[in-house]
């Protein structure tokens, strides 16, 4: 090993100028420019988050309405058969409604 210098993996070194990190772009906070911009990212965040928060409504709404789901709904619309599972929850929701109806309570 004499006569040449080897480092360890723990031991390189490098030189000063060799990795500067990349700046930042400095904007003028008082841009109006950047505040219409930040204004529209806000105002499409908000309608966005209450587009969100009315479909949960709806989704809440038909919950509390007891709208029937097809649980083999979802397999149909993408064009896949339903899972065994998803048959069998349809059928057993099926013969209970007939059942309740019989009974006279629906």
Do not use: C, W
């Not at 030189?15 to 950047?34: H, V």
């Not at 499409?44 to 029937?68: H, V, Y």
């Not at 064009?79 to 009974?103: C, F, M, T, W």
């Amino acid at each position: 090993m004499s006569g040449f210098n080897s480092f360890l993996t723990n031991e390189q070194r490098t030189s000063k100028g060799a990795f500067i990190p990349p700046k930042f772009e400095e904007t003028d906070r008082n841009n109006p420019e950047l505040e219409a911009k930040e204004l529209q990212d806000e105002n499409f965040l908000s309608q966005r988050l209450s587009e969100a928060q009315e479909r949960g409504r709806q989704e809440r709404t038909k919950l509390l309405r007891g709208e029937r789901h097809d649980p083999t709904q979802e397999a149909h619309m993408h064009g896949n058969e339903p899972s065994r599972g998803a048959v069998i929850d349809r059928d057993l929701a099926q013969a209970d409604r007939d059942y309740l109806k019989n009974k006279g309570k629906i």
